[in-house]
């Protein structure tokens, strides 16, 4: 199996004068949600999709807790999962509050064995149906 991309034209975001350049954008088909990640593990599997779904569901509950509680999670194969504070600094200590931090992320940092299976797949050049955007809205040269 390949990964599909088709080419699109794109501006600099750093210097919008600049000429526009051409860059390969990965293909988005669409998104899959427990439901159908639990059938098509079913199919591969001996669990049946009532199984398959009941993990998934406790899977993410968990993962809700532990990222919750402080814990990083590592899912092996997959990668680690863990909390992110972004905020405002504050001069000292003292006059730090919980109101200079903005907001809670999750940062993701894909296992080395799923990023080299990704890296080893090919590549497949389709072109770009009209009137879609023709992939991810990734930005320019940042490995799309």
Same mark, same amino acid.
């Given at each position: ?55 998934? =569901?406790? %899977? ?7 990222? /919750?509680? +402080? ?5 092996? &194969?997959? *990668?680690?999962?863990?909390v992110t504070l972004n905020g405002i600094g ?30 080893? =797949?090919? %590549? ?7 009137? /879609?955007? +023709? ?5 320019? &040269?940042? *490995?799309?």
């Amino acid at each position: 199996m390949a990964i599909k991309y088709c080419v699109v034209e794109r501006a600099n975001p750093q210097d919008r004068e600049a000429p526009k350049k051409f860059y390969a954008s990965a293909v988005k088909r669409g998104s899959m949600g427990l439901d159908g990640l639990a059938e098509r593990i079913s199919e591969s599997s001996t669990a049946s999709k009532a199984d398959t779904l009941l993990v998934l =569901t406790a %899977l993410s509950t968990q993962l809700q807790l532990l990222l /919750s509680e +402080g814990y990083s999670v590592k899912l092996q &194969g997959l *990668g680690s999962l863990r909390v992110t504070l972004n905020g405002i600094g504050a001069d000292t200590q003292e006059e730090f509050g919980v109101h200079l931090i903005r907001k809670p992320n999750i940062r993701f940092l894909p296992d080395k064995e799923l990023l080299d299976r990704v890296k080893r =797949t090919s %590549l497949e050049r389709v072109p770009r149906s009209v009137g /879609s955007s +023709g992939g991810d809205t990734g930005n320019p &040269g940042q *490995g799309e």
